[in-house]
C-alpha cells in the first residue's frame, strides 16, 4: 500500500514527450510518495505539458508550472545546468508545504524502482551526516545498457536526493557548468557525507547519441566543460588517457583534451566559485598524490 512520507520532488523538462510519462509511472509507483512534486516545462514545444497536466489533474501532489527565461539560454557551455537551475529555482515559488525533511532532484527522462525512495529515506535514517544520496544509474537505448554513474563518492544528476538541512547549507544549486557535480563537491566541502547504493537502479533514457550529438562532439564538449569547471590540467589529462579503453577509443581521449584546451585558448569563462574551486582542486591533488604514491610502490615492487 502507497504511503506519503517528508520528502519534495522537483523536475525540469524541456521537450520530453518521448519520456515524461515513463517518470511519471515511476513516482506515482513508489511506495513511498512524495508530498509535492513540481515538474516545471521550460518552455516545451511538443506535448510535455499536455501530459503533464493530465497526471497533474488526476494526482493531487504533482504540481505543474510552465516557465520561460529566455535569458539563460544565451552561452552554450553550461547552458543546459543554467537551464535546469533557473527552473528549480523557479519551483521554489511553488512549494505549498514546509512538510519537508528532504528535497530531491529528478530529470524527466528516468525510470525507477518502487521502492527507491523508501530506501533512500532509509539510509538517511541510518546515518545523520548523510547529506546528499542516489542510486547506480544506467544509460538503457535500443536494448542497450551501459553505466553512466556507478560511483559510489558521487551522485549522478539524473537523481540527487538532499537532506533538507544539507540543501539548506550549500544554498541550493548554483548555476553553470555542472550544476549536478558542483553540488556534490560543495556538499563534501561543508562536511556531509554523500553516496550513491548500487542496489539502487536508476534506468537513464535519454544521453548524446539519442540527442543527436556524436559521440565525438561529446567528448570535445566534456574536455570544453572540464575546463569551465576549473579542473587542473594534469588531472583532466590523466582522466582523458584512461578513456582509451571507451568509444571512440583513442580519438575521444585525445577530443577531449583539445577540448579543454580549446577553452583556454578562447577564455571560455570559468563557471565555478572560487571557494569551491579551491576546494575542487585540492581534492584532485590529494587523488593524483595517491595515484603517485601507488605508481612508486608498484614500481618498486618490479624492481
Known amino acids: 500500500m502507497d504511503k506519503t512520507n517528508n520528502y519534495l520532488l522537483i ?7 518521448k519520456y515524461i510519462k515513463g517518470v511519471l509511472d515511476s513516482v506515482i509507483s513508489q511506495t513511498c510518495l512524495p508530498v509535492q512534486w513540481i515538474i516545471v516545462s521550460d518552455g516545451s514545444t511538443d506535448k510535455t505539458d499536455e501530459i503533464i497536466r493530465t497526471y497533474s489533474a488526476k494526482y493531487p501532489f ?10 539563460v539560454y ?22 505549498s508545504t514546509n512538510d519537508y525533511q528532504f528535497i530531491g532532484i529528478l530529470d524527466a527522462d528516468v525510470t525507477l524502482e518502487p521502492e527507491t525512495f523508501e530506501k533512500l529515506l532509509m539510509e538517511f535514517s541510518r546515518r ?18 551501459w553505466p553512466y554513474f556507478t560511483n559510489r563518492k558521487q551522485v549522478g544528476g539524473p537523481l540527487q536526493l538532499f537532506r533538507r538541512k544539507c540543501w ?20 563534501k566541502m561543508t562536511g556531509w557525507e554523500v553516496e550513491s547504493f548500487p542496489y539502487l537502479r536508476i534506468e537513464h533514457h535519454k544521453h548524446a547519441s539519442v540527442d543527436g550529438r556524436s559521440q565525438i562532439e561529446a567528448k570535445f564538449h566534456l574536455g570544453q566543460m572540464d575546463y569551465v569547471c576549473g579542473e587542473l590540467f594534469v588531472y583532466a589529462l590523466l582522466r582523458a588517457l584512461l578513456q582509451f579503453s571507451k568509444k571512440p577509443y583513442i580519438i575521444g581521449s585525445f577530443l577531449r583534451i583539445a577540448g579543454f ?23 584532485q591533488l590529494k587523488k593524483l598524490t595517491q595515484l603517485h604514491l601507488l605508481w612508486r610502490r608498484g614500481n618498486c615492487f618490479f624492481q
Open 11 to 17: 523536475t525540469s523538462a524541456y521537450n520530453e514527450e
Open 261 to 283: 584546451i580549446h577553452a583556454f585558448i578562447t577564455g571560455a569563462p570559468q563557471q565555478i566559485p572560487g571557494e569551491l574551486k579551491g576546494f575542487h582542486r585540492k581534492e
Open 62 to 71: 504533482i504540481t505543474y508550472i510552465r516557465y520561460c527565461n529566455p535569458d
Open 168 to 187: 539548506d547549507e550549500i544554498g541550493g544549486l548554483y548555476p553553470g557548468g555542472h550544476h549536478d557535480y558542483f553540488a556534490v563537491l560543495k556538499c
Open 128 to 145: 545523520e551526516i548523510l547529506g546528499l544520496a542516489g542510486g547506480f544509474i544506467f544509460n538503457v537505448s535500443n536494448n542497450k545498457e
Open 74 to 95: 544565451v552561452s552554450n557551455l553550461g547552458r543546459i545546468s543554467k537551464r535546469v537551475v533557473a527552473c528549480i529555482q523557479e519551483s521554489c515559488k511553488h512549494i
